[in-house]
């Protein structure tokens, strides 16, 4: 319930301007690296000490032209930065389609690949890759096909399934192909019984069984979970499929079980960490919140005593 009214608000456009608008929470602050690309990448400097990075300039749900443009134009200068600053080896960036406009009521799924074929592009420029993030099942099928079109030109483009939908089994058939980038993360948004597992444990079960596909092919699987049992059985897959810690990845989302990052970095695994940064933030973090509701009340008294 709490769950549910938490994501309703992530996209109630009146409460994002507003909460927007007012400075920048010192909990907002555990789930953001900051405003402004220089925060950015100092963020991604000190981690890729021991971890990998993969950068969000935040943003969805344009609902605008000139927005979606703008989007695009942050991620050039993001990825020329990485590059200029020596980072592109260790930093790759991660955006959503509804940033650059997948939702616009004309061409908005050709102008969101045109968009995203502009920042592969600036990756590729430098060295890096690009990962689609997912978002709710409405656009599962509209991503997946951009994410094809693109790999035409950029195979390296990754893909993100969420186990919480009943179909991404199939899917990782689909995409677990020789070279294929797949992020595999549970979801994070609310969705309806029609096409998601509810209840945790059938969501964990179905990662499960996704991991054993991607797994089990010949691509490149990107296990995105701060659940210890998910990462511990990650982690036997991998050595009964033969992968090296070279032929898979363990992401996590910046400021979430930071000492699990830096102890699993230890043991020699690849880690990489999902950075977001911008002036966008509100979306994103309540995602956060409803992730755990534990983070609810401090941070409602914290806007409450502004
Ligand atoms: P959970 O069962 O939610 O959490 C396991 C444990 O991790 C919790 O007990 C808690 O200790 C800790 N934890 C988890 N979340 C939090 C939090 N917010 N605050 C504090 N502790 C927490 N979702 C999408 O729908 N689309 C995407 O493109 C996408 N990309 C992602 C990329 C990465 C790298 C990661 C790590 C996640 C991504 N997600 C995405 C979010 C994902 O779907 C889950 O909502 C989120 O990761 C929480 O699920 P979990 O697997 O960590 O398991």
């Not at 549910?4 to 456009?13: D, I, P």
């Not at 007012?22 to 971890?51: E, H, K, S, Y």
């Not at 050039?76 to 592109?88: N, P, S, V």
Request: hydrophobic letters at 45%; one cysteine or more.
């Amino acid at each position: 319930m709490l769950r549910s009214t938490l994501l309703a608000a992530a996209r109630s456009g009146a409460v994002r301007a507003a909460v927007e608008a007012g400075p920048f929470d010192p909990l907002v602050d555990r789930f953001v690296a900051g405003t402004t690309v220089d925060a950015a990448i100092a963020a991604a400097r000190t981690i890729t000490a021991d971890r990998y990075v993969t950068i969000d300039h935040l943003g969805e749900d344009t609902t605008d032209r000139a927005r979606a443009d703008a989007n695009v134009a942050a991620y050039r200068m993001l990825l020329q930065r990485l590059g200029a600053e020596g980072l592109a080896d260790r930093v790759e960036v991660s955006v959503k389609l509804s940033a650059f406009g997948q939702r616009l009521p004309r061409d908005g799924e050709k102008i969101a690949l045109d968009s995203a074929r502009h920042v592969c592009e600036a990756a590729a420029a430098v060295g890096t890759t690009v990962t689609v993030d997912m978002e709710d099942h409405t656009t599962t099928d509209a991503t997946l096909t951009t994410v094809g079109d693109l790999r035409l030109d950029f195979p390296w483009v990754g893909a993100v399934l969420q186990s919480q939908l009943r179909r991404t089994e199939a899917d990782c058939r689909d995409l677990a192909g020789a070279g294929s980038r797949v992020r595999l993360c549970k979801g994070a948004y609310d969705e309806p019984e029609s096409v998601a597992y509810r209840s945790a444990a059938d969501v964990d079960l179905s990662y499960v069984r996704c991991l054993k596909i991607l797994m089990a092919g010949e691509g490149l699987p990107m296990v995105a979970t701060h659940d210890p049992r998910l990462v511990a059985i990650a982690r036997h897959l991998a050595q009964r499929y033969e992968r090296s810690v070279d032929d898979y990845e363990l992401q996590m989302l910046y400021g979430v079980r930071p000492r699990a990052q830096t102890d699993l970095a230890a043991r020699g695994l690849r880690v990489r960490v999902y950075l977001p940064y911008g002036t966008e933030w509100f979306g994103y973090f309540m995602r956060r919140l409803a992730e755990r509701p534990a983070n609810v009340a401090f941070f409602a008294r914290s806007m409450l005593t502004r």
